[in-house]
């Protein structure tokens, strides 16, 4: 499988921290292709004083989409994120916060080539919440996210 991630980091040392995490994500799920440069960008979808650092990478490794899921929302716990984006109540607006790393899966291709299409709920506190949406159903809103993806697709 190859995924195509994007990573952002708008809290303390935004590139020394995006660097740990593209190494942990070496170290437990597979072999990183490609990298983008680092990009900088105003906050998306909040106000805050604090620019997000971002890149995208290229994984190949052998795992479903659920564990690369995994896999990245615990390298952002070890490295200090300590909530991830709710949806507000009443409401399908998500609620986005400044945070210390985010990993974000953007797109997956199976070994034949073809693009994996998913949505995957899950029963949190008795409501049904998406957990991955596979392509990510925001990422071509998102120049942080298109133009570090553009380069490593080239």
Request: proline share 5%; with cysteine; aromatic share 8%.
């Amino acid at each position: 499988m190859l995924y195509y991630l994007s990573l952002g980091a708008n809290l303390g040392n935004r590139e020394q921290t995006i660097r740990l995490a593209l190494q942990m994500i070496e170290q437990r799920a597979g072999h990183i292709l490609r990298c983008s440069a680092f990009y900088y960008s105003t906050p998306w979808g909040f106000q805050s004083e604090n620019d997000f650092c971002n890149l995208c990478c290229s994984l190949e490794c052998d795992k479903t989409p659920l564990e690369v899921l995994g896999i990245t929302q615990s390298i952002e716990c070890a490295l200090g994120r300590t909530k991830k984006t709710a949806t507000r109540p009443q409401s399908s607006i998500p609620s986005y916060s400044d945070r210390p790393i985010d990993i974000d899966l953007i797109r997956a291709i199976d070994d034949s080539g073809v693009e994996i299409r998913c949505n995957i709920d899950q029963m949190v506190n008795g409501q049904m919440v998406n957990i991955l949406t596979l392509p990510h159903h925001l990422w071509q809103e998102r120049d942080f996210v298109k133009v570090p993806l553009a380069e490593i697709m080239q």
